[in-house]
């Protein structure tokens, strides 16, 4: 034998090491895997812990996130998990997004971060990847970036923080925080209130505590079958939490030896479950953009899921947690109450159990494994079908002549439902700087009965579409106690935010043959939850008219593809509507070689 053959029989590298992945960067694989192990083993591995399946963990630590503050417990808990079960566990970095500190939206990032992801998975050899995400988009971003490199990929999350308190009254971000902010803009609390609540909303590390959008994504994600089902809820200062980790840490183990891929695991029942989930919660309207672009990375089904899919489950699905922000109480709640496991339980004859998960069960199987005893206590907070906070359609999709292509609306966190059937005058607000100079206006022509009108905030308007779809009520009206509008944009807003909002409006108002940005302060505009009808009550041939003279005019801003740089360029060169995902065209499943 020459001596290549020796090397490759000889030492120590098992078939079964992930080491052996990808072997062709120097041409010769002998020599490739050689010189691999050179440099792996200045880390001061042996050969036999580089014998074993290498599972990967994502790193999504930074100061910059404290959703994420708990990482390095989680890390070391999950390598425990790999090691224990004969595993090589191996930690890496990607990016990571925190709501506030990623400007000008997380959501901007959000692709960004699904291509480290995807990329650093395919790139680095491994059997199989625990991605650690939390804060809204991290989920989103590692689901699709795994999809797509279809590894074995294992989510855990960094779960929920705890709920704070203020004079006896229990707080968390961030529907707290915007309850707050308001009741302070209209002069109902003081400075040194609202001083002490800040120190509060976010009293450990975690993700927001209420049914925002990173428990929604928690929620789907194990609706999916991707992750243990307590991993949806567990705080992130709980030992429950480390003991999912090292937990993932061994599942991980053996989802590598079965070379269980995220392709083969999801169907399209597991999004059909999903979504049944979401609307079950209440859950945050972003997560509707979020499963349509996971769902589009998947080549057996791309395109099958589609707005309607969430309407059409919606009617049949009640809203059953009673959790901020459609409800009063908080993820630890939901957490106490049983979780998923309960919520699963109950919402059992409108699943897909047959549903494969990432155990290699069916998710029909785990609970049968699993029973829940219900007790009073958890049915306040997970209320039985026959007894629904909301009988069913939470989440709304609408449609009409400015919304052609949808519109989604989260009925039940309407404050006043007087407004799901409704007709007003539109006030326009060409986009967020003309909001912010004219919304406190005293002379702005507004009352109650108004629809607020929000252009620019979409996808290729605003990159990112951030989330300014809670559009604040006009100072006057607040302080004379108007505490909902029917408002209406194209962006979209945080999932822990509530009110009568039209959001994700389709086509996007900046692009020129858009419906939607030739609205009028003054026109009607007319909205009918039961209908899902959201209708400009002008002719069809004026807005065709209104449309043309748009394109005739030169000076309406439109978003210069041709001139940016860098990112940017990419994200408004790339980005698709919500309806889609608001994912790149070229990251789809079948998407333009670009
Ligand atoms: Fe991270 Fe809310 S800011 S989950
Ligand atoms: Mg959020």
């Known amino acids: ?21 990808g072997l062709t960067s120097y041409g010769d694989a002998h020599f490739s895997l050689f010189l691999r192990k050179v440099f792996i083993k200045a880390l001061g591995y042996t050969d036999d812990a580089l014998s074993r399946p290498i599972i990967g963990i994502i790193n999504t630590y930074s100061s910059y996130n404290p959703c994420h503050a708990n990482v390095p417990q989680l890390i070391e808990a999950a390598k425990r998990g790999v090691q ?4 090589l566990a191996i930690d890496f970095p990607t990016i990571t997004l925190h709501e506030s500190f990623a400007h000008p939206t997380s959501m901007f990032l959000r692709n960004l971060m699904s291509m480290d992801t995807e990329e650093m998975i395919r790139a680095q050899p491994m059997d199989a990847c625990i991605m650690i995400g939390g804060c809204d988009k991290t989920v989103p971003a590692q689901l699709m970036g795994g999809i797509s490199a279809n590894k074995p990929v294992l989510p855990l999350i960094t779960g929920p923080m705890m709920p704070g308190s203020h004079r006896g009254e229990r707080l968390g971000a961030c529907t707290d925080c915007r309850n707050n902010w308001a009741a302070y803009r209209a002069g109902q609390i003081d400075m040194e209130d609202i001083s002490a609540i800040n120190e509060e909303l976010a009293p450990t590390s975690g993700t927001c505590g209420v049914m925002g959008t990173a428990s929604t994504m928690a929620c789907v994600t194990a609706a999916l079958g991707m992750m243990p089902l307590k991993g949806a809820s567990a705080p992130a200062v709980s030992s429950g939490r480390l003991r999912i980790a090292e937990e993932t840490g061994a599942n991980a183990v053996s989802v590598a030896q079965a070379k269980r891929t995220p392709q083969e695991v999801l169907s399209k029942e597991s999004f059909l479950n999903a979504i049944t989930v979401l609307q079950a919660i209440g859950g945050s309207t972003n997560a509707v953009v979020h499963i349509l672009a996971i769902a589009n990375r ?3 089904f791309q395109g099958e899921i589609t707005l309607q899919t969430f309407d059409d489950i919606g009617r049949k699905t009640p809203l059953l947690i009673d959790l901020k922000p459609s409800g009063d109480n908080y993820m630890t709640d939901f957490h106490n109450a049983g979780g998923m496991l309960a919520l699963l339980h109950t919402l059992r004859p409108l699943l ?10 069916t998710l029909g199987q785990l609970l049968d494994e699993s029973p829940f005893r219900s007790f009073q206590s958890s049915q306040e907070i997970i209320r039985p079908i026959s007894n629904p906070l909301y009988p069913s359609s939470s989440l ?19 404050k006043d439902r007087s407004l799901l059937k409704h007709s007003g005058p539109a006030v326009v607000f060409e986009n967020s700087a003309d909001l912010a100079k004219r919304i406190d206006d005293p002379d702005l022509p507004v009352t109650k009965d108004s629809v607020l009108v929000l252009k620019s905030i979409g996808p290729v308007g605003n990159p990112g579409m951030p989330e300014a779809g809670l559009i604040p009520l006009p100072r006057k009206l607040g302080s004379l106690g108007v505490t909902d509008m029917l408002r209406l944009s194209d962006g979209r807003m945080s999932g822990t935010a509530g009110g009568t909002i039209v959001l994700h409006i389709s086509p996007e108002s900046a692009l020129q043959e858009s419906p939607y940005g030739i609205v009028r302060t003054g026109d009607i505009i007319t909205c009918d939850v039961e209908a899902r009808k959201l209708q400009l009550e002008v002719s069809d041939e004026e807005i065709q008219q209104r449309i043309a003279e748009r394109k005739a005019n030169v000076s309406i801003e439109t978003p210069d593809k041709s001139t940016r740089r860098g990112y940017r360029a990419l994200y408004t060169r790339s980005v698709n509507q919500a309806e889609e995902g608001a994912d790149f065209d070229f990251l789809t499943a079948n998407g333009a070689n670009w």
């Open 396 to 414: 709304v999709v609408l449609r009409g002549n400015i919304a052609p292509n949808g519109a989604v609306m989260k009925a039940s966190a309407s």
């Open 352 to 361: 897909h159990l047959n549903a494969m998960t990432i155990s290699g069960k």
């Open 84 to 87: 224990l079960h004969g595993g």
């Open 298 to 300: 998947h080549p057996e």
């Open 1 to 21: 034998p020459n001596a290549e053959d020796d090397y490759d029989l000889n030492k120590a590298i098992a078939s079964r090491s992930g080491l052996r992945q």
